[in-house]
T-cell receptor, first 113, second 111 residues
């Protein structure tokens, strides 16, 4: 079965360190998204990609970057982690040709101390 | 700027009762999505509504879309405990696959 997997599922890091969260999907979807979920804010879009070599900034992109070198992966990098980036991060994907329905990974809980 | 508002944000109800969650959005769109999230878990797609008047049903849940009123409803019939979760609506304003999310409705159903 097709799926979308995130790793690590839990990570604790220190302020100022670089952190990369991995996202891998086997749906063969063109569209991939990174969201963060915080109490009181719902889901907020960080970065998204419509295909290989395409990346775009979302609503809360400061301090984050992504790259898309193949269809399956969209890693999210925090260049210099800050305590404000403590959150649950969700990767999602959708097909370019269908309904726009998003399929989510299991989430990565990041704590920045 | 598109805004998506859900109400209520919190709902505690008894098993067997009916209730409706409302999702209002501020600009024109004909793509609306409902998701469910259990505590500590990922988001699961419930319904995709792609046109005015669309109605979809799955078990005790029914979703509808009125694009003229910019309103979607998620109706729960004869609630059961297993439906306890947080429900989110999301809207795709420009059909560009970037969804704007409501804050979520936390639903607790007491036996």
């Amino acid at each position: 079965d097709a799926e979308i997997t995130q790793s690590p599922r839990h990570k604790i890091t220190e302020t100022g360190r670089q952190v990369t969260l991995a996202c891998h999907q086997t749906w063969n979807h063109n569209n991939m998204f990174w969201y963060r979920q915080d109490l009181g804010h719902g889901l907020r879009l960080i970065h998204y990609s419509y295909g290989v070599q395409d990346t775009n900034k979302g609503e809360v992109s400061d301090g984050y970057s992504v790259s898309r070198s193949n269809t399956e992966d969209l890693p999210l990098t925090l260049e210099s982690a800050a305590s404000s980036q403590t959150s649950v991060y969700f990767c999602a994907s959708s097909s370019l040709w269908e309904t726009g329905e998003l399929f989510f990974g299991e989430g990565s809980r990041l704590t920045v101390l | 700027e598109l805004k998506v508002e859900q109400n209520p944000l919190f709902l505690s109800m008894q098993e067997g009762k009916n209730y409706t969650i409302y999702c209002n959005y501020s600009t024109t769109s004909d793509r609306l999505y409902w998701y469910r999230q259990d505590p500590g878990k990922s988001l699961e797609s419930l319904f995709v509504l792609l046109s005015n008047g669309a109605v979809k049903q799955e078990g005790r849940l029914m979703a509808s879309l009125d694009t003229k009123a910019r309103l979607s409803t998620l109706h729960i019939t004869a609630a059961v405990h297993d439906l306890s979760a947080t429900y989110f609506c999301a809207v795709d304003e420009d059909s560009n696959y970037q969804l704007i999310w409501g804050a979520g409705t936390k639903l607790i159903i007491k036996p």
